[in-house]
Protein backbone atom coordinates (compact mmCIF):
# COMPACT_ATOMS: atom_id res chain seq x y z
CA UNK A 1 0.00 0.00 0.00
CA UNK A 2 1.62 3.72 -1.17
CA UNK A 3 2.43 6.03 1.90
CA UNK A 4 -0.29 8.71 2.57
CA UNK A 5 1.21 11.69 3.88
CA UNK A 6 -0.11 13.76 6.60
CA UNK A 7 -2.21 16.73 6.23
CA UNK A 8 -0.72 20.11 5.30
CA UNK A 9 -1.52 23.44 7.75
CA UNK A 10 -3.56 24.81 4.75
CA UNK A 11 -5.72 21.59 4.99
CA UNK A 12 -7.02 21.98 8.25
CA UNK A 13 -10.11 23.69 9.31
CA UNK A 14 -10.96 24.64 12.53
CA UNK A 15 -14.38 24.67 14.87
CA UNK A 16 -15.18 25.72 18.23
CA UNK A 17 -16.03 22.56 20.08
CA UNK A 18 -17.69 24.94 23.17
CA UNK A 19 -17.57 28.26 23.98
CA UNK A 20 -17.29 29.45 28.10
CA UNK A 21 -18.22 32.61 28.31
CA UNK A 22 -17.38 32.86 31.88
CA UNK A 23 -13.31 32.42 31.32
CA UNK A 24 -14.37 34.34 28.14
CA UNK A 25 -12.59 31.36 25.84
CA UNK A 26 -13.07 28.35 23.13
CA UNK A 27 -12.17 24.98 22.91
CA UNK A 28 -11.45 24.18 19.43
CA UNK A 29 -11.21 21.24 17.69
CA UNK A 30 -8.88 20.28 13.96
CA UNK A 31 -10.96 18.63 11.31
CA UNK A 32 -10.45 17.87 7.39
CA UNK A 33 -12.82 18.45 4.80
CA UNK A 34 -14.07 15.85 2.01
CA UNK A 35 -11.92 18.39 -0.60
CA UNK A 36 -8.32 17.64 1.14
CA UNK A 37 -9.81 13.68 1.30
CA UNK A 38 -9.99 14.47 -2.32
CA UNK A 39 -6.91 15.95 -3.29
CA UNK A 40 -4.76 13.49 -1.26
CA UNK A 41 -6.75 10.08 -2.49
CA UNK A 42 -6.17 11.82 -6.56
CA UNK A 43 -2.29 12.46 -5.04
CA UNK A 44 -1.38 9.22 -3.51
CA UNK A 45 -3.33 6.44 -5.85
CA UNK A 46 -4.49 8.40 -8.63
CA UNK A 47 -7.49 9.83 -10.00
CA UNK A 48 -8.94 6.86 -11.65
CA UNK A 49 -7.61 4.62 -8.93
CA UNK A 50 -10.44 5.19 -5.83
CA UNK A 51 -13.65 4.71 -6.17
CA UNK A 52 -16.45 5.62 -3.29
CA UNK A 53 -19.85 4.05 -3.28
CA UNK A 54 -22.11 5.06 -0.42
CA UNK A 55 -25.43 2.47 0.69
CA UNK A 56 -28.18 2.94 3.03
CA UNK A 57 -28.55 0.22 5.68
CA UNK A 58 -30.88 0.22 8.83
CA UNK A 59 -31.20 3.86 7.98
CA UNK A 60 -28.16 4.98 7.81
CA UNK A 61 -25.49 6.12 5.13
CA UNK A 62 -22.71 4.11 4.43
CA UNK A 63 -19.64 4.76 2.40
CA UNK A 64 -17.13 2.70 0.95
CA UNK A 65 -14.08 4.07 -0.12
CA UNK A 66 -11.90 1.90 -2.19
CA UNK A 67 -8.12 2.22 -3.56
CA UNK A 68 -6.36 0.16 -5.90
CA UNK A 69 -3.37 -1.68 -4.21
CA UNK A 70 -0.78 -2.62 -6.71
CA UNK A 71 1.15 -5.06 -4.88
CA UNK A 72 -1.69 -6.95 -4.54
CA UNK A 73 -3.55 -6.45 -7.70
CA UNK A 74 -6.65 -5.80 -5.94
CA UNK A 75 -9.07 -3.04 -4.83
CA UNK A 76 -9.22 -2.68 -0.84
CA UNK A 77 -12.01 -1.34 0.62
CA UNK A 78 -12.49 1.04 3.64
CA UNK A 79 -16.24 1.83 5.39
CA UNK A 80 -17.81 4.10 7.73
CA UNK A 81 -21.02 5.18 8.46
CA UNK A 82 -21.85 9.01 8.49
CA UNK A 83 -23.71 11.56 10.73
CA UNK A 84 -26.66 13.84 9.71
CA UNK A 85 -25.83 17.84 9.15
CA UNK A 86 -27.77 20.59 10.80
CA UNK A 87 -28.83 22.00 7.96
CA UNK A 88 -28.50 19.44 5.07
CA UNK A 89 -29.28 15.77 6.44
CA UNK A 90 -28.70 14.00 3.46
CA UNK A 91 -25.51 15.66 1.75
CA UNK A 92 -24.17 16.06 4.95
CA UNK A 93 -24.52 12.30 6.15
CA UNK A 94 -22.56 11.78 2.61
CA UNK A 95 -19.88 13.64 4.04
CA UNK A 96 -19.30 12.53 7.11
CA UNK A 97 -19.42 9.00 5.88
CA UNK A 98 -16.87 10.12 3.12
CA UNK A 99 -14.78 11.45 5.56
CA UNK A 100 -15.08 9.33 7.69
CA UNK A 101 -14.15 5.79 5.91
CA UNK A 102 -11.16 8.34 4.33
CA UNK A 103 -9.52 8.38 7.49
CA UNK A 104 -10.04 4.53 7.51
CA UNK A 105 -7.89 4.38 4.62
CA UNK A 106 -5.10 6.26 6.42
CA UNK A 107 -5.90 10.12 5.78
CA UNK A 108 -5.93 12.54 8.47
CA UNK A 109 -4.93 10.33 11.18
CA UNK A 110 -2.67 12.65 13.32
CA UNK A 111 -5.42 15.12 14.06
CA UNK A 112 -6.84 12.52 16.82
CA UNK A 113 -3.39 13.13 18.42
CA UNK A 114 -4.07 17.00 18.21
CA UNK A 115 -3.39 18.97 22.10
CA UNK A 116 -6.18 20.62 23.94
CA UNK A 117 -6.84 23.72 22.11
CA UNK A 118 -7.69 27.01 23.88
CA UNK A 119 -8.19 30.84 22.78
CA UNK A 120 -8.98 33.41 24.31
CA UNK A 121 -11.86 35.73 23.06
CA UNK A 122 -12.42 39.25 23.21
CA UNK A 123 -16.22 40.06 24.37
CA UNK A 124 -16.57 41.85 20.81
CA UNK A 125 -16.25 38.01 19.40
CA UNK A 126 -19.06 36.72 21.08
CA UNK A 127 -22.72 37.01 20.02
CA UNK A 128 -25.79 37.36 22.39
CA UNK A 129 -26.60 33.70 21.87
CA UNK A 130 -22.99 32.78 23.54
CA UNK A 131 -21.92 32.23 19.74
CA UNK A 132 -18.61 33.52 17.76
CA UNK A 133 -19.76 36.12 15.72
CA UNK A 134 -19.61 35.48 11.81
CA UNK A 135 -16.18 37.69 11.14
CA UNK A 136 -14.25 35.86 13.54
CA UNK A 137 -12.59 32.96 11.79
CA UNK A 138 -9.54 30.70 13.14
CA UNK A 139 -6.72 28.98 10.79
CA UNK A 140 -3.93 26.82 11.11
CA UNK A 141 -0.68 28.68 10.35
CA UNK A 142 1.68 25.97 11.08
CA UNK A 143 2.10 22.83 12.04
CA UNK A 144 4.79 19.96 12.29
CA UNK A 145 4.67 16.51 13.31
CA UNK A 146 7.15 13.82 15.07
CA UNK A 147 8.61 10.55 13.90
CA UNK A 148 5.99 9.15 15.46
CA UNK A 149 3.32 10.69 13.31
CA UNK A 150 1.94 12.88 16.17
CA UNK A 151 1.34 16.75 16.05
CA UNK A 152 4.77 18.69 18.02
CA UNK A 153 3.53 22.02 16.87
CA UNK A 154 0.91 24.12 16.24
CA UNK A 155 0.35 27.63 15.28
CA UNK A 156 -3.65 29.16 14.90
CA UNK A 157 -4.26 32.61 13.79
CA UNK A 158 -7.43 34.57 13.38
CA UNK A 159 -8.81 36.31 10.66
CA UNK A 160 -6.21 39.28 10.74
CA UNK A 161 -2.97 37.15 11.22
CA UNK A 162 -2.82 37.53 15.23
CA UNK A 163 -1.72 34.61 16.71
CA UNK A 164 -4.19 33.36 19.38
CA UNK A 165 -3.12 29.67 20.22
CA UNK A 166 0.69 28.24 20.35
CA UNK A 167 1.36 24.63 21.31
CA UNK A 168 2.39 24.64 25.40
CA UNK A 169 1.94 28.48 24.91
CA UNK A 170 5.49 28.87 23.30
CA UNK A 171 6.87 28.24 19.89
CA UNK A 172 9.95 24.85 21.08
CA UNK A 173 13.21 25.33 19.86
CA UNK A 174 14.86 22.74 18.23
CA UNK A 175 17.40 21.08 20.79
CA UNK A 176 20.93 21.60 19.89
CA UNK A 177 23.53 18.94 20.95
CA UNK A 178 25.99 20.76 20.66
CA UNK A 179 25.46 23.57 22.65
CA UNK A 180 26.58 23.99 26.42
CA UNK A 181 23.39 25.95 27.32
CA UNK A 182 20.00 26.00 28.09
CA UNK A 183 16.80 27.19 26.40
CA UNK A 184 15.21 28.50 29.65
CA UNK A 185 11.90 27.62 28.27
CA UNK A 186 12.65 24.26 28.05
CA UNK A 187 13.44 23.85 31.67
CA UNK A 188 11.12 22.14 33.77
CA UNK A 189 9.52 23.42 36.89
CA UNK A 190 11.07 22.72 39.93
CA UNK A 191 9.54 20.22 42.48
CA UNK A 192 9.19 23.49 44.79
CA UNK A 193 7.23 25.19 42.18
CA UNK A 194 4.98 22.31 41.43
CA UNK A 195 4.20 21.97 45.19
CA UNK A 196 3.68 25.54 45.39
CA UNK A 197 1.04 25.44 43.04
CA UNK A 198 -0.70 22.20 44.21
CA UNK A 199 -0.95 24.10 47.37
CA UNK A 200 -3.42 26.52 45.84
CA UNK A 201 -6.01 23.96 44.37
CA UNK A 202 -7.58 23.43 47.77
CA UNK A 203 -8.74 27.26 47.51
CA UNK A 204 -11.87 27.34 44.79
CA UNK A 205 -10.71 30.52 43.30
CA UNK A 206 -7.21 29.65 43.26
CA UNK A 207 -8.34 25.73 41.59
CA UNK A 208 -10.12 27.86 38.48
CA UNK A 209 -6.71 29.85 38.12
CA UNK A 210 -5.08 26.95 37.55
CA UNK A 211 -7.86 25.20 35.11
CA UNK A 212 -8.12 28.52 33.33
CA UNK A 213 -3.95 28.70 32.74
CA UNK A 214 -3.04 25.24 31.94
CA UNK A 215 -6.09 25.68 29.04
CA UNK A 216 -4.40 28.52 27.73
CA UNK A 217 -1.52 26.75 27.34
CA UNK A 218 -2.60 23.39 25.73
CA UNK A 219 -2.68 21.00 28.89
CA UNK A 220 -5.24 18.98 29.42
CA UNK A 221 -5.83 18.36 33.98
CA UNK A 222 -4.19 18.83 36.94
CA UNK A 223 -1.88 16.34 36.42
CA UNK A 224 -0.19 18.42 33.58
CA UNK A 225 1.10 20.66 36.44
CA UNK A 226 4.18 19.12 36.94
CA UNK A 227 4.43 19.72 32.65
CA UNK A 228 5.37 23.14 32.98
CA UNK A 229 8.33 25.09 32.13
CA UNK A 230 9.74 26.94 34.86
CA UNK A 231 9.13 30.13 33.10
CA UNK A 232 5.22 29.07 33.09
CA UNK A 233 5.32 27.82 36.11
CA UNK A 234 6.57 31.42 37.76
CA UNK A 235 4.07 33.10 35.37
CA UNK A 236 1.41 31.25 37.15
CA UNK A 237 2.63 31.26 40.78
CA UNK A 238 2.39 35.09 39.83
CA UNK A 239 -0.77 35.18 38.64
CA UNK A 240 -2.05 33.06 41.73
CA UNK A 241 -0.25 35.70 43.93
CA UNK A 242 -1.73 38.44 42.59
CA UNK A 243 -5.59 37.63 42.21
CA UNK A 244 -6.24 35.29 45.57
CA UNK A 245 -3.88 36.67 48.41
Known amino acids: MKEIRKLKANEIETRPQQIIQRSKGAIMLLYKDARADMKILDETFGPMNWQREHKLINGSLFCQVSVWDDEKEQWVTKEDVGTESRTEKEKGQASDSFKRACTNVGIGRELYTSPF???NLNSDEIDNKGRLKSKVKFSVKEIEYNNDDEISQLV????????????????????????????????????????????????????????????????HSGKDIARLSKEQAKELLEKLNEEVS
Open 117 to 119: IWV
Open 156 to 219: IVDQDGNERYKMNGYIQQPKNNNSSGSNKKDEKATKKQIASIREWVENEKGKQIIIDFLKKNGY
